[in-house]
């Protein structure tokens, strides 16, 4: 049987890809390690592996979160997560869009510049992959 942290970074891996995890531990030093294994085993290894909600479910929910907060870089790693579970760019917008009256058009502005990156990035490799 899988522990937390085990079950956490499979989980991880297929939802954020594994060069994602991979940069995250591997950038990770004595000071913040713990903090990885934490986030390792709490968000991923017990929230995430829930079956309450669906992994898209959990994707759009955690966009709007993050969008909340104005925290871009993690928005942007779980726009891209999103869209590995099969959200659309047009559930993601219309999570966006409709976080803008409880967030504020600062928080959203900055959310939607986030996920506009990302979502261009991700259009061009999907291009690029069918050619």
Known sequence: MKTRRQRGEEIRREVMSDPFVDRALNNSNDFDAPLQELVMETAWGT???R???PRATRSLVTIAMLAAMKCSNELKGHVRGALRNGCSVEEIRGVLLHAVPYIGAPASLEAFRSAREVIEEFEKAQQADAE
């Open 47 to 49: 929230v995430w592996d």
């Open 51 to 53: 079956d309450d909600l």
